[in-house]
């Protein structure tokens, strides 16, 4: 315990252990009862184990100090006080605020010290740690200070680095702001995100061009090749297959792991989705009705007699395309592009990325995991919303 304070001094009053019922309210009873002012308040619970501190400006007539540690022993807790002296220079440059969002199969003293050295290294000042997930370490959430000299950039560069480096656990950076729990709109690319095919490549392996189309598909995905050719000429590769496989294949989509859970969670919670696609439109109609999104965009394979005709209608949707769709969605219903989740994990997401308030890219390449706000490698789509700041609790609650 410390010194006594003096009065103009405020006082950080620290309480530590075995929780129960009433130890706030007899404390803070005292407090009010006195006249002392409340300033600041954090309580944590953890295994039953309470961590209480309050900051308080104490009355310069009445020894409170003396009844709190009375109460607090037959309380059976521990009390400590620190005096907090006003600070007698001008206020430093405000530190920005972050939140750093470690999500992996298991998390533990590995992984959180390799988390946390990276914060140091960038002098980022941890104030507060949650987790998320509710039956095991899954999930912890870690709010940061980070010094004005310092570039969010840099930080997150060498977080993404270090995902890379293991495979084993995603981090996330996000400036902690009023829309990041705000998000309003998700929209997603289809192939290898939403689902874990590429429905070109399996139309063209059930038609014996597999290999020829996987080669273009490869360049484009890399960014080594102008996507609106890459697509024609994969397209051109179809022509002549029975449309019957086209239809066969949509009708049983498989589902990336976290999918179903995703597009639940978002619409019980109210979010409006899209998917945006340079896929086809046979797949993405199916998939919307399957999974209750609300709007499809894509590309529609010509057909004619029951064939493809190695030809596409309308205008190709491109990254230029579908950057411009998400712009559209937005404004037609009314919601900020800070409110815009975009997901991708193609070279011609990278625009949609960028336009949308958090770009993830999903089991990506290299070049796009390093253009994107965040990266997810390790789990699957539902750790999008954790993301969100939404708890293994909050989850468990809405799709009870």
Wanted: hydrophobic fraction near 45%; charge should be negative.
């Amino acid at each position: 315990m410390s010194d006594s304070p003096n009065a103009q001094d405020s006082v950080l009053i620290t309480v530590t252990g075995k929780d129960h019922p009433g130890i706030t309210a007899r404390l803070t009873g005292i407090l009010a009862g006195a006249g002392a002012a409340l300033l600041d308040i954090e309580q944590v619970v953890v295994q039953g184990q309470l961590t209480l501190c309050l900051l308080v400006r104490l009355p310069e007539t009445h020894d409170v100090l003396k009844e709190l540690l009375f109460v607090a022993r037959e309380l059976g807790v521990s009390l400590d006080f620190q005096p907090v002296a006003a600070p007698k220079t001008p206020a430093a440059p405000v530190s920005s605020r972050h939140v750093v969002t470690v999500v992996g199969r298991s998390l533990g003293a590995r992984e959180l010290h390799a988390v946390t050295e990276r914060l140091a290294r960038h002098a980022a000042n941890i104030e507060r740690v949650n987790r998320l997930s509710e039956a095991e370490l899954g999930s912890v959430e870690i709010h940061i200070a980070l010094p004005p000299e310092r570039e969010p950039e840099e930080l997150k560069r060498s977080l993404l680095e270090l995902s890379m480096s293991t495979n084993a656990f995603d981090v996330a950076l996000q400036r902690e702001s009023l829309y990041r729990r705000g998000k309003r709109l998700v929209v997603m690319d289809m192939d290898s995100t939403l689902i874990r095919i590429e429905v070109i490549d399996e139309l063209a392996r059930a038609y014996g061009v597999g290999e020829q189309v996987v080669r273009i598909t490869e360049r484009a995905m890399h960014g080594e090749m102008d996507y609106d050719e890459s697509l024609r000429q994969r397209v051109a590769l179809l022509k002549g297959l029975d449309a019957k496989v086209l239809h066969g294949l949509a009708a049983n989509l498989p589902l990336t792991e976290g999918a179903e859970t995703l597009i639940r969670v978002l619409k019980r919670l109210g979010y409006r989705t899209a998917i945006l696609s340079g896929g086809f439109s046979v797949a993405a109609e199916a998939l919307k009705a399957r999974l209750g999104i609300d709007q499809a965009h894509s590309n529609v394979l010509e057909e004619v007699d029951g064939k493809l005709t190695g030809r596409t209608l309308g205008p190709i949707v491109n990254a230029r395309r579908k950057a411009e769709l998400l712009e559209q969605i937005a404004q037609a219903e009314g919601i900020l592009l800070d409110q815009v989740i975009a997901v991708g994990d193609g070279a011609n997401d990278l625009l949609m990325l960028e336009r949308a308030g958090l770009g993830i890219a999903f089991r990506a390449k290299p070049k796009l995991r390093q253009a994107a706000d965040t990266s997810i490698s390790a789990g699957g789509l539902d750790t999008i919303l954790y993301l969100l700041g939404l708890t293994g609790r909050e989850l468990q609650e809405v799709l009870g």
